[in-house]
């Protein structure tokens, strides 16, 4: 878990989505790079593996895709 100013955080969790590789998956309303997804949509996803997953928290937490 990140938490800070907001353009910080952002640079962090791309260093380490960077840093550990492999098919890191970001879950967020704004899509900051590839492969994303939108919160609501991770139920498209059921089924499928990634390594990492990224939440982005910060225009708030959908529990439900946290959850999934």
């Not at 260093?15 to 997804?37: F, H, T, Y």
Request: glycine share 12%; proline share 4%.
């Amino acid at each position: 878990m990140l938490s800070g100013d907001e353009a910080w955080t952002l640079q962090q969790a791309q260093a380490l989505r960077e840093r550990l590789g492999g098919d890191g998956l970001w879950v967020g309303s704004d899509p900051v790079s590839a492969p994303c997804v939108a919160p609501g949509a991770l139920k498209t996803l059921l089924g499928r593996e990634v390594m990492h997953a990224f939440f982005d928290a910060r225009r708030g937490c959908d529990v439900a895709a946290l959850a999934a």
